[in-house]
C-alpha cells in the first residue's frame, strides 16, 4: 500500500494497526451488486447506465465480506479519498469492526473512538446486527494538522 503523506493519517494508521485494526485498501468506487456485497453511502449511475457505490461521508458502508470475517478478521479500517457534502477529501477514515455480543462491540468502539479522538474533525458511529454479530460502523473526518501536546508531542505518543 502506498505510503501515507501526511503526519495525522500516518500516526492514525499506526495507531489502529497496532491495536488490532487490519488496513484495507481505500477502494474509490464498487460496482452496485458486487458479488461481496461491498457498497459506499453515495450511490450514482454512469453515463452508460452502470451504478456503482462512491467513497463517501456516512456509516451505510461495508468493507468487509464475510469470508474475511470466517477467516478471524474482526476489526478493520481504511483510510483515503471520498466524496463528502462539501467537496472532496483524502483523510475519510471507515473503520469496520465485529463484536460477538453488544459488550464486545461497545468496547470496540470505545477502543476504535478512543484512539482517532485526537486526530479527528467530525464522527459518525452506527451499530447493527450482520451475520449473527453485530457489526461497527465508524466514519471519522481526519484533521490536516497535528495538535500537539503541551510537550510537543503527538497525541498517543509514548
Request: overall charge negative.
Amino acid at each position: 500500500m502506498p505510503l501515507l503523506d501526511d503526519e495525522v493519517s500516518a500516526c492514525v494508521a499506526r495507531l489502529l494497526g497496532e491495536n488490532g485494526f487490519t488496513r484495507l485498501l481505500a477502494v474509490p468506487s464498487f460496482p452496485v451488486g458486487s458479488p461481496a456485497g461491498f457498497h459506499y453511502p453515495l450511490r450514482t449511475e454512469m453515463s452508460d447506465g452502470s451504478e456503482w457505490y462512491l467513497r463517501s461521508w456516512g456509516t451505510d458502508f461495508r468493507t468487509v465480506s464475510r469470508s474475511w470475517l470466517r477467516g478471524g478478521l474482526t476489526a478493520a479500517f481504511s483510510l483515503g479519498w471520498a466524496v463528502l457534502p462539501e467537496g472532496q477529501t483524502d483523510r475519510l477514515l471507515m473503520i469496520e469492526a465485529f463484536g460477538t455480543d453488544g459488550s464486545a462491540t461497545d468496547a470496540l468502539r470505545k477502543r476504535a473512538l478512543g484512539l482517532v479522538e485526537p486526530y479527528a474533525c467530525r464522527s459518525a458511529v452506527a451499530e447493527s446486527e450482520q451475520w449473527g454479530r453485530v457489526r461497527l460502523r465508524i466514519a471519522t473526518l481526519l484533521r490536516s494538522d497535528m495538535i500537539r501536546d503541551s510537550d510537543g508531542s503527538a497525541p498517543g505518543d509514548q
